[in-house]
């Protein structure tokens, strides 16, 4: 090799060698492939996803609830909760409104189950919405409900 | 005006000459080693203050450095830990002093002039050998060729105008 | 050939010396013996540019270097080539400053060594970094990670040392050069000769202006190099002070580094004015005396070298820490007890020999004792880094270090670097200072 | 004999000396400059994706919250990237043919993830953890821009390691109250904290935040 070839590829290497800066490393990021295909073994349940009996309720479980709720919910429920929401007005099949008898009557684990395994139209919600506060959104609906049919005791306490 | 360019055969010879040529007109040697000068130069002063300009600035870089642009713990030593700033900063100001000396050189000698007229004249080959030469740009034409004849010069030569 | 020979023989005169250095640089043809050395030099040199590319591909591992032995043969060969490159300002610019006369003679061998050395030192420290392409890292400049170069660090006080020692020992070289190169452009044969000295040569003619600011900076520049590189050797020293090792951490190591620098300096110095003035025929301006006054100052640095030696055993036992003297105790009779031996022996006992007139006379023996200088000095790197490392506070932390072929392989590249660059220079410029051996040859007398 | 030079060669030596000077002026301004731009930081490039993604159309025009789909923002060290699931949460009821969608159903069908490419990525030697962030009050738009009005995902800050150490170094002025942090549209208005508060609600500042391990570990 001339001197004047092996400058030239001494420099080129030299210059590609540059190109490997770490910066990307063989490792697995959090949504590689082999991150992101991993499937749970059967009959097992991820971790923190146990269901779990209903808190106590208080006022910290209702913001809590009411604000997963303005995140998971009002893109079809609406922040009424009357099943109005913005998807909705574009299209998606409008849901039941909270403030039917048939859902004034269920028991507050029926918005539980229905977080958890979708209802109709509605997917499960299981992934996105951790079983606590699966339980504090359903307080929050709870609350929705009472807002738009309050009994007429609480109304006279009120004024 | 017209420029000769004489060689003497030795620095003796031209340092006794030269006080006859000066009142001819421009005069400038080209000799093979110094000549005795006793005019000072300027370079000393140039590397000093680039040297110490220097040495300020890079203890300042790193006084900056440490204490304002990224002050950070290293082995529990204080952010204004000097000592530990001069070498660089002795080492910065050498470099400045040392480029400014050799840039300075460039600049008060006019550098590079790769051409200069009296290159013209073949005697100023020898200028870099064992010759002493000297270039008298005078309007005297005759009178600066007799002075050096008696000054004993050992070639004359007449630049082409 | 005696001591006491003029440092140019009776007889000499300007235009000769002129005629005669000058025509070795402005040669038609190499001489025969040129083309034959510079064979295994330019080999040697191809493999250090292919040892440095698989480097770049494969990375440092390829090299002997691990836990607890980090610093292998990469920093060893660097304290070597840096202090060999030191030696060189010490004779050009300390050795002006005391108006020695014999220096004119040697001062261009002694710069130009300084230059290759300096640049096989400069290979090591950048190679040794993981990633070597990003060693401008070391550098102050505004960067986008506004992240600044650990300032309190020896080793990047190293890196400034070692740019401005470059730096300023290549303005030194050139300004040193410009009269020679304006006599080679005057007397250059042909165009292309001319062209190229008269370009290199920037216009310098020798007027009184040039002469007068010429003189002034160099006995300037002169005067800054010589603390220049006694502060780049001890800052190599710091680097090794710096940190708390064993065998390291002691206040004596920067004059100590110093003490070797003046002898692998002399010793190389030596090494190359034997044959040159052979085999140059410059016997006429590099006599008995410069042999002799060479011989002296190696002696006297090795014995410098020895006192280090003994304080540094002296310092061990009177300190009585264990781990010290543990280490020091490996030193000398432990796996690497030979290289340490050979150490005294090559850099204290062996000049010793320097006593005696006639073998500081004697080319031969000298050249064969600089040889072994430069071998003990290696020796005493390699000691100084291997043995420390290989013995840490912690037994558990125990290991050896053995190089392997890559490590080999750039060093010999860097020593065929270096002897290609001399004869470069040997070929291009002149080996001797020619204007300032005319201050000597035509002393300016009244 | 006639001199080596002519007399061009005293301008032409100049000019090699003003040229050089100008290619190392060139050069170190160059040095400052390129990382800077954002070609080189990819600022404002679009990346091509499966599907090309509207961020605008779904937060601006929709105005669904950052953690319907990015849910585990505030749990991790990643903000989650939603799975095919998500988007069918909707797109099984609405845009069902649309041919824009078709690597979403088919990734849904195939249970096969949708090859998405990174827009803001940080290098591999950096540690990044988006819950601390959230919890300590720095909001979206300080680092991924105002995502609201970008029809397709780009780059928005230059994310270098002087970008981040911006914020360590003085973080009081890029904090927001809790309920401002995924807000769009948010604007420092006379009833907002002031920053210096800010930072002491929550507990924010210091020289550790500029540790090298911060980032990097």
Same mark, same amino acid.
């Given at each position: ?159 | ?161 | ?179 020679? /190169? ?8 042909? @165009?292309?000769?001319? !062209?190229? %000295? *008269? =370009?290199? $040569? /920037? ?8 002469? @007068?600011?010429?003189? !002034?900076? %160099? *006995? =300037?520049? $002169? ?19 710096? $940190? ?203 | ?217």
């Amino acid at each position: 090799m001339s001197p004047r070839g092996a400058l030239t590829l001494f420099t080129v290497l030299a210059l590609l060698s540059g190109c490997d800066d770490m910066t990307v490393q063989p490792k697995a990021g959090a949504w590689s492939p082999e991150a992101t295909l991993v499937t749970p073994p059967q009959d097992t349940v991820a971790w923190g996803d146990a269901a779990l009996k209903p808190p106590p309720l208080t006022l910290a479980l209702l913001q809590r609830g009411q604000q997963r709720f303005r995140i998971d919910c009002t893109p079809c429920h609406s922040e009424l909760g009357d099943g109005n929401g913005m998807v909705v007005q574009r299209g998606f099949p409008a849901p039941p409104s909270y403030h039917i008898d048939r859902l004034r009557q269920a028991p507050t684990q029926h918005f539980y189950d229905v977080m958890t395994d979708g209802y109709g139209a509605m997917y499960s919600f299981a992934g996105r919405v951790s079983p606590p506060d699966r339980w504090a959104i359903a307080a929050y609906i709870r609350a929705l409900q009472l807002s738009q049919h309050p009994p007429a005791t609480a109304v006279q306490t009120s004024r | 005006m017209k420029t000769l360019v004489a060689s003497f055969a030795s620095e003796a010879r031209l340092v006794k000459a030269l006080p006859g040529l000066r009142p001819l007109g421009v005069v400038e040697t080209y000799t093979p080693q110094a000549l005795e000068d006793d005019r000072s130069s300027i370079l000393p002063l140039v590397v000093l203050v680039a040297g110490l300009v220097g040495a300020v600035c890079g203890f300042g870089m790193q006084v900056y450095a440490n204490m304002i642009g990224y002050p950070i713990d290293i082995g529990g030593r204080p952010e204004f830990s000097w000592p530990a700033f001069v070498p660089i900063a002795f080492e910065i100001g050498v470099l400045s002093a040392v480029l400014a000396g050799f840039v300075g050189f460039l600049v008060v000698n006019r550098l590079p002039r790769l051409y200069d007229p009296v290159d013209e004249a073949s005697l100023m080959r020898g200028a870099t050998r064992d010759r002493w030469c000297v270039s008298i740009r005078t309007e005297e034409l005759d009178r600066a060729h007799t002075l050096l004849r008696e000054l004993a010069a050992d070639n004359v030569e007449e630049l082409p105008a | 050939m005696t001591p006491f020979d003029p440092v140019a023989l009776p007889g000499s005169n300007n235009p000769d010396m002129t005629d005669h250095v000058s025509g070795i640089a402005l040669r038609a043809n190499a001489f025969g013996w040129w083309r034959i050395a510079t064979v295994l030099p330019a080999a040697l040199t191809s493999g250090l540019i292919g040892s440095i590319l698989y480097l770049f591909f494969a990375g440092v591992g390829i090299w002997g270097i691990d836990w607890p032995v980090a610093w292998g043969f990469a920093i060893i060969n660097y304290v070597w080539w840096i202090a060999i490159a030191s030696g060189g300002t010490f004779i050009s610019a300390l050795f002006f400053l005391t108006r020695s006369e014999w220096r004119n003679s040697i001062n261009r061998i002694a710069e130009s060594m300084t230059l290759f050395g300096a640049a096989c030192a400069g290979i090591y420290p950048i190679l040794h970094l993981g990633r070597p392409w990003f060693f401008y890292w070391l550098f102050p400049y505004p960067n986008t990670m506004d992240l600044w170069p650990q300032f309190r660090s020896p080793l990047l006080w190293d890196f400034f040392a070692i740019l401005t020692y470059v730096t300023s020992s290549v303005m030194f070289w050139y300004l040193g050069l410009l009269p020679d /190169l304006a006599t080679l452009r005057d007397r250059a044969p042909t @165009r292309g000769k001319q !062209v190229v %000295y *008269g =370009v290199m $040569a /920037l216009g310098f003619r020798g007027t009184s202006s040039q002469w @007068r600011h010429y003189r !002034v900076l %160099y *006995g =300037v520049l $002169a005067a800054i190099m010589a603390p220049l590189v006694c502060s780049v050797h001890s800052i190599v020293g710091l680097d090794f002070a710096g $940190a708390a090792t064993v065998g390291w951490h002691s206040t004596m190591y920067p004059p100590f580094f110093i003490f070797g620098a003046f002898l692998s300096g002399f010793a190389t110095v030596l090494l190359l004015i034997i044959p040159m003035r052979r085999l140059l025929r410059l016997e006429r301006y590099i006599t008995g005396r410069h042999l002799d006054v060479m011989g002296r100052l190696l002696l006297t640095s090795s014995l410098f070298v020895g006192y280090a030696y003994i304080m540094d055993a002296f310092n061990t036992y009177y300190g009585g820490e264990k781990a010290e003297i543990t280490m020091f105790q490996e030193k000398l009779f432990g796996y690497y007890a030979g290289i340490y031996w050979a150490t005294v022996l090559f850099n204290v006992l062996l000049p010793q020999l320097l006593w005696f007139a006639a073998i500081r006379l004697n080319e031969l023996v000298v050249a064969l004792v600089s040889i072994g200088v430069i071998v003990g000095m290696w020796c005493e790197r390699f000691t100084i880094v291997v043995v420390s490392l290989h013995r840490p506070r912690l037994p558990s932390a125990y290991g050896l270090y053995h190089a392997t072929i890559w490590d080999w392989l750039t060093m010999l590249g860097t020593v065929g670097f270096f002897v290609f660059g001399i004869l470069l220079v040997v070929r291009l410029i002149p080996v001797i200072s020619m204007f300032e051996m005319r201050e000597i040859l035509a002393p300016r007398r009244p | 004999m006639a001199a080596i030079f002519s007399p061009a060669a005293n301008l032409a030596a100049k000019l090699g000396l003003i040229g050089a000077a100008g290619l190392v002026l060139g050069g170190m301004s160059w040095w400052w400059l390129w990382p800077r731009t954002d070609y080189v930081r990819h600022n404002s490039w679009f990346v091509e994706q499966p599907v090309p993604f509207s961020h605008q159309h779904h937060v601006a025009g929709l105005g669904i919250d950052c953690r319907f789909c990015h849910t585990t923002v505030e749990t991790a060290g990643d903000a989650g990237m939603p799975p095919t699931y998500t988007c069918m949460t909707c797109h099984s009821q609405v845009w069902t043919n649309a041919a824009m969608l078709a690597p979403v159903r088919e990734s849904l069908a195939n249970n096969t993830p949708i090859p998405w490419r990174r827009v803001t990525d940080l290098p591999d030697y950096v540690y990044f953890n988006h819950k601390i962030h959230i919890a300590k009050g720095v909001g979206c738009e300080s680092c991924h821009g105002t995502m609201q009005d970008m029809p397709l995902s780009q780059k928005a800050r230059s994310l270098t390691m002087g970008f981040c150490l911006n914020c360590h170094r003085d973080p009081a002025p890029n904090l927001r109250p809790p309920e401002a942090i995924y807000d769009t549209d948010w604007q420092r208005t006379p009833d907002t904290p002031s920053p210096a508060a800010l930072a002491q609600q929550y507990h924010v500042g210091g020289r550790t935040l500029t540790d090298c391990s911060i980032c990097h570990r």
